[in-house]
T-cell receptor, first 110, second 114 residues
Framework: KNEVEQSPQNLTAQEGEFITINCSYS?????LHWLQQHPGGGIVSLFM???GKKKHGRLIATINIQEKHSSLHITASHPRDSAVYIC????????????FGKGTLLTVNP | ETGVTQSPTHLIKTRGQQVTLRCSSQ?????VSWYQQALGQGPQFIFQ???????GRGNFPPRFSGLQFPNYSSELNVNALELDDSALYLC?????????????FGSGTQLSVL
């Protein structure tokens, strides 16, 4: 079992729909990152969370530390939101590595 | 624009060769991490450098090595290339080595080993 599980793996939506992508993890963490990866490889950091909720434009990220679960929401989705969304956790310790989920491929159709 | 640049963008090598990939971090970012991303998978942590010293390592063999320089640039070296080394290699820089700050990724180097 992977330490970081994302669902769904693939998601297709119509423009304007509300999108939710989920991330569950099995280890204690000091921080969780939501990342966006477009075709061609470049990764953009969307959020870094250690508790609560953050909002940036149409994007909202929440985290529940007790339940080891985070969600990324996109309101009023648009075709330009089409990308792979990746959750990554920092489990702390002396080896400062991030553990990544496999990503959720989001396709928003016009 | 993340302020992190990687070169080259694409590279083709043959099995057994050696390769050096380069990353230029944002000025002031003391921490750089390297990741390998196979097609359809999430990135896998290779290692992290902090102030020019290796600060953590993932499950990669010693033929994967790195360097970090005082001018915020870094290198990933892979010796004795294998077919399975074909992947996208990403570097990410940050102010904080514990990854409790925002990360800035480069666009990656796509390595193909034939």
């Amino acid at each position: 079992k992977n330490e970081v599980e994302q669902s769904p793996q693939n998601l297709t939506a119509q423009e304007g729909e509300f999108i939710t992508i989920n991330c569950s993890y099995s280890v204690g963490i000091s921080a969780l990152h939501w990342l966006q990866q477009h075709p061609g490889g470049g990764i953009v950091s969307l959020f870094m969370l250690s508790s609560g909720k953050k909002k940036h434009g149409r994007l909202i990220a929440t985290i529940n530390i007790q339940e080891k679960h985070s969600s990324l929401h996109i309101t009023a989705s648009h075709p330009r939101d089409s990308a792979v969304y990746i959750c990554a956790v920092n489990s702390g310790g002396s080896n400062y590595k991030l553990t990544f989920g496999k990503g959720t491929l989001l396709t928003v159709n016009p | 624009e993340t302020g992190v640049t990687q070169s080259p963008t694409h590279l083709i090598k043959t099995r057994g060769q050696q390769v050096t990939l380069r990353c230029s971090s944002q000025s002031g970012h003391n921490t750089v991490s390297w990741y390998q991303q196979a097609l359809g998978q999430g990135p896998q942590f290779i290692f992290q450098y902090y102030r020019e010293e290796e600060n953590g390592r993932g499950n990669f063999p010693p033929r994967f090595s790195g360097l970090q320089f005082p001018n915020y640039s870094s290198e990933l070296n892979v010796n004795a290339l294998e077919l399975d080394d074909s992947a996208l290699y990403l570097c990410a820089s940050s102010l904080d080595r514990a990854h409790n700050e925002k990360l800035f990724f480069g666009s990656g180097t796509q390595l193909s080993v034939l």
